[in-house]
C-alpha cells in the first residue's frame, strides 16, 4: 500500500504545475487521508519511498486535517 501511495505521491508532485507542488500535495493527502491515517499507512515512509523532500510531510499532515473538515462541511 505504501509503495501504490508513494507514486501517486510522486506523479502529482512530480506532474504539478509551477508553483503547484504544495497543492497537489495537500490535494493527494485529502484524497487518501483515509489510508494516511495513523494505524494503517506510514505519511513519513510515503513520503520518503516518493523521493519528495522530507519537509513536505507538514503539508500531507494538513492535507489530512483538511480531509476531516471537509467531511464535517
Known sequence: MEAEL??????M?????????VVMIHLF????ADQLRPN?????NVIEL???P????AEVSK???FARFGREI
Open 6 to 11: 508513494a507514486a501517486i505521491l510522486r506523479d
Open 50 to 52: 516518493s523521493g519528495i
Open 13 to 21: 508532485y512530480n506532474n504539478s504545475l509551477e508553483g503547484g507542488s
Open 29 to 32: 493527502a485529502i484524497r487518501h
Open 63 to 65: 492535507g489530512i486535517k
Open 40 to 44: 494503517d499507512v506510514s505519511a513519513k
Open 54 to 57: 522530507d519537509s513536505y510531510f
